[in-house]
């Protein structure tokens, strides 16, 4: 399968971007920010209790697990999204929802979801509820050290499916089944992570 057209400037690093704003290459693109580095303003928590995530030093931030945080703004079955994340201490596991439903069955995760994970382990990109490949020399290669900035590109389009970490592709499916609704969230499974740069732009 051939890869998705991915123009030059979508391989800028995130780390050029200063604080949340986009950069003009981005707005000429169609990304909007999903995130305004100071509230939760179009996120809602779906689970039990008040949740676990906040907005800690410009990044939405969580600790411990359970529940997902719901962008509810627009929903996107076809898109680019971009983010930075981190990994603050050994062992988290977390993960970014698409083409997700907007609930929560017994206070955990979305009864219908696709997910990116975002976990401290060798696996680092792996997708859940599809099948894919995921290249392990390559996520090697890519990672940082725990507690370091890094980032993701997700690009969904129809079934093909490709992962991004830190600029590299790491993963790939064609199984994604296009559907409604089509929410994107974050996960918080367990330990400590954050989250920042957020931007999406949809794909016609």
Known sequence: MTRLATPLL???????????????????????????????????????????????????????????????????PDFELRCDFQLIKKGGDGGIFFRASKDSPGGGWPSMRYELQVKDYAEQGRLWGLPYKLDKDQVAKARKKLGEWESYRLIVQGERVEVYLNDVLI??????????????????????????????????
């Open 10 to 76: 979508f391989l800028i690093p995130l780390s050029t971007v200063s604080g949340q704003e986009l950069s003009q290459q981005e707005k000429d693109a169609g990304f909007v920010r999903m995130f305004n580095g100071k509230d939760l303003t179009g996120w809602m928590y779906l689970g039990k209790g008040d949740g676990t995530f906040s907005v800690k030093d410009g990044a939405i931030h969580y600790k411990g697990g359970g529940g997902w945080l719901c962008y509810t703004v627009k929903e996107y």
């Open 171 to 204: 993963n790939t499916s064609d199984a994604a089944k296009r559907r409604m609704p089509a929410y994107l969230g974050l996960q918080a499974e367990g330990g400590e992570q954050a989250f920042k740069n957020l931007r999406v732009r949809a794909i016609k």
